[in-house]
């Protein structure tokens, strides 16, 4: 898909990845960017500088998703590419709370579920749309500091690829964003959360991750992965997953004697 003249809508868009989409989107002469955050002020901000539109939304909330679609397809007539892309956080193992679970589930799995539900319908009867979700290199690899973020993020690439397989036919193009490490506020909290030096040393630039993700859809690539060694790992994953579960054990044990 190339960009002129679509109508595009980004979800997590204040800051981070979401707002280097919405800057790079912008440079590609759309009809219009819609900034979409939990955050109203931070999405307006964001607009104003790249000369879009904004809207305030709680993706884990299906009617603030149901609202906003429908505010844009009035507004705009349609929605051409909407990108997925809110998601949060949360560390730890099974003794994570039950709301933290809940939590995260409802955000990175059920929001791409509300996106779907709300922006399909218009984008089948053009017979012409296109999603992209931004999951991590976590839902491909899983993160051993993270369970409920391997999980969710596993969850969301397994509805991604349900939505290629279903829509793939009828017009409809499915892209997941698979980054590892990012300089993002996400990634500043999790390295001081857990004192040990995970993803930094390689992560990119939100700006670079955009980037990608405008070659990605231009080529209609399923898998978008900003850094390419993810797709090395998931191959080793797939010819061997026992030696590769073996290898991801030595890493997390390494991290941690780093860390003391």
């Known amino acids: 898909m190339q960009l002129t003249d679509r109508v595009v809508v980004v979800t997590g868009a204040a800051r981070g990845i979401g707002r280097a989409l ?30 879009g539109a904004s809207a305030q939304c709680d993706v884990s909330h299906e009617a603030d998703v149901a609202r906003l679609v429908h505010e844009v397809e009035q507004s705009h007539g349609r929605i051409d590419l909407f990108c997925s892309n809110a998601g949060i956080a949360v560390g730890g193992g099974p ?25 399909l319908p218009g984008m089948l009867a053009r017979k012409e749309g296109y999603i992209l979700g931004t999951v991590s290199a976590a ?12 999980v969710t993020k596993a969850a969301a690439l397994s509805f991604f690829e349900w939505l290629a397989i279903v829509h793939g036919d009828e017009g409809i193009r499915i892209s997941c964003l698979c980054p590892q490490g990012v300089k993002t506020d996400m990634l500043a909290e999790e390295r001081r959360q857990l004192n040990i030096d995970f993803l930094t040393a390689g992560a990119l630039e939100p700006e670079a991750v955009a980037d990608a993700v405008v070659s990605g859809i231009a080529d209609e690539r399923f898998l978008i992965l900003p850094h390419p060694e993810v797709a090395d790992y998931f191959k080793r994953k797939a010819d061997d997953y026992d030696r590769w579960l073996r290898g991801m054990r030595r890493l997390r044990h390494n991290l941690l004697s780093t860390a003391r």
């Open 139 to 150: 839902g491909l690899l899983n993160h051993f500091f993270a369970a409920p973020y391997g």
């Open 22 to 51: 919405a800057r790079r989107f912008a440079s590609e002469h759309p009809a219009t960017v819609v900034v979409v955050d939990i955050d109203g002020e931070g999405a307006r901000a964001v607009a104003d500088e790249i000369g």
């Open 95 to 119: 003794e994570a709370a039950d709301s933290d679970w809940q939590r995260i589930w409802e955000v990175n799995v059920m929001s791409h579920v509300f996106v779907a539900r709300h922006a």
